[in-house]
């Protein structure tokens, strides 16, 4: 088969984890855009807040754990319990509506998308051979980055239409479906043998370069894309700019960042591109996104749009590919749980910083930290030095093999 069908069809049980992977970020956006609008649910900022941090808040406490779980029982069923877990979580509040059981509802399903994102991650990277793991990595991508686009707006939709209530209905029908797609798609990833790993054993591959260059990249690309969603709006009311230009620049940042990560794989796993330049010129791009967003009026906002869209389009699949060809078979869950804790830090990173700088100065100050912040350490040629590899323990499974970053 040649490589340029292969892209086109990627193979049947790839699909129902792409599908986990937009109905996490659909349910993560959604929910968070519509929760302010949501009436008598929601009857202050600090409601709000408190809803928003339990969600992720959950994730970033739980991920790590899950993929560890993942590691010693198998992915796939640790991703069908928490899909399932996610369907009933939703269903929770779409059944019995009141403040308690949205509370109830959030913490659930904040829960459930920790034990299936890093399992989905790790499945990914399971099921592809090592040449794939760019193509797979980008796919991936692309359909979160397809949820995060539409979840405000569906969200918003739906809500509109009938009721908070009717969102997490629709949340709970795709949390179920995905689960039985992937039941009967998705074939079985038995553990592989490990030897018992001290904590000085998991500190020492936690701050391995092969496995902290990825992730630190990861957590910055993070970073700008949350900062550039919750930020850019507010440049361009300040602007005089109305909600549709500014939520157009929004998805834009979404949409350029879907488009650039399967063609980033697909280069990665052809050779013209390594994961080294990859993700310096990624977080380079990111940089000069943030740096575009201190410039005036809508030409800046949607310059820096379109960079840091593209930027992280370029960092996700190349640092995922990265961990999982470095990552011992064995580990791989508890790589991605990790990794995607890192994600989590600079979700909310990322904003804090800008908001924290902005508040002393400037949003335009704000921007211009986090630029520099995220900048400086490919241009001092610190990220992914060349010959790194976690290495893989005594009795674990063999890593897949990748080029040299």
């Known amino acids: ?14 699909w129902p984890l792409y599908a986990a992977g937009f109905t ?6 959604g929910i968070a855009a519509s929760l302010g609008s949501s009436g008598d649910a929601v009857t202050s900022l600090l409601v ?53 059981w949205l509370w109830a509802a959030r913490l659930g399903q904040g829960a459930a998308a920790s034990a299936f994102s890093p399992s989905a991650s790790a499945l990914v990277a399971r099921l592809n051979p090592s040449a794939r793991l760019g193509r797979a990595f980008g796919g991936y991508g692309f359909y979160k980055s397809i949820g995060y686009t539409l979840g405000p707006l569906l969200g918003g939709l739906l809500v509109w239409a009938g009721g908070l209530r009717l969102l997490f209905t629709v949340l709970a029908v795709l949390g179920a479906a995905v689960a039985v797609w992937a039941a009967l798609a998705v074939p079985a990833v038995p553990p592989l043998p490990r030897t018992r790993q001290t904590v000085l054993g998991l500190a020492r591959r936690l701050a391995d370069p092969a496995f902290l260059a990825p992730t630190s990249a990861l957590a910055a690309a993070t970073a700008a894309l949350s900062a550039g969603v919750g930020f850019l709006p507010v440049s361009g009311r300040a602007a005089g700019l109305g ?3 500014t939520g157009a620049a929004v998805s834009v940042l979404a949409a350029c960042a879907a488009v650039v990560q399967p063609r980033a794989g697909r280069a990665l796993d052809d050779g013209r591109l390594t994961t080294r330049t990859g993700i310096l010129a990624g977080l380079l791009t990111t940089a000069a996104g943030l740096a575009a967003a201190t410039l005036p009026g809508l030409p800046g906002i949607l310059a820096a749009a379109m960079l840091i869209g593209a930027g992280t389009g370029l960092v996700t699949p190349l640092g995922f590919a990265a961990l999982a060809a470095r990552t ?49 350490p490919p241009l001092a040629g610190l990220l992914l030095p060349s010959g790194p590899r976690l290495k893989a323990a005594p009795g674990d499974g063999p890593g897949g093999s990748g080029r040299s970053a």
């Open 1 to 14: 088969m040649t490589g340029r069908s292969e892209d086109a069809a990627p193979p049947r049980r790839m």
């Open 24 to 29: 996490t970020a659909f349910g993560a956006h």
């Open 48 to 100: 709000l807040g408190g809803l928003l941090a339990l969600y992720d808040g959950a994730e970033v406490l739980l991920k790590p754990l899950f993929g560890g779980i993942a590691d010693r029982i198998g992915a796939r069923p640790v991703l069908l319990g928490g899909l399932v877990a996610f369907a009933l979580a939703s269903a929770v509040y779409a059944v019995a509506d009141g403040p308690g």
């Open 243 to 245: 909600a549709i230009a």
């Open 328 to 376: 011992p078979a064995g580990r791989m869950g508890q790589t991605m749980g990790a990794a995607e804790l890192g994600r989590e830090f600079g979700d909310a990173g990322g904003p804090l910083l800008v908001a924290s700088v902005a508040a002393a100065a400037t949003l335009t100050c704000g921007y211009a930290a986090l630029a520099l912040l995220i900048a400086l």
